[in-house]
């Protein structure tokens, strides 16, 4: 069988706890910057696993 590689972008909203908004952007940008994720499960049983990468700045949307 052969093997394919796409480069897709993908959107992800991620809520983090942090004490100001400046905290929580250093996060997100230090762990989620070249994160290993795992999507689910194809039709086979196999695992859909990744790399995530962030694209410049998060863009802040919400603060509760």
Sequence with gaps: MNSYTFDVK???TIHV???SQKEARE???QYVDGASCN???WPSGDPILFEAYTDG???FIDES
């Design 57 to 59: 700045h998060p863009e």
């Design 17 to 19: 706890n942090a004490n």
């Design 39 to 41: 999507a689910g499960a």
């Design 27 to 29: 996060l997100v940008e």
């Design 10 to 12: 993908l959107f992800a």
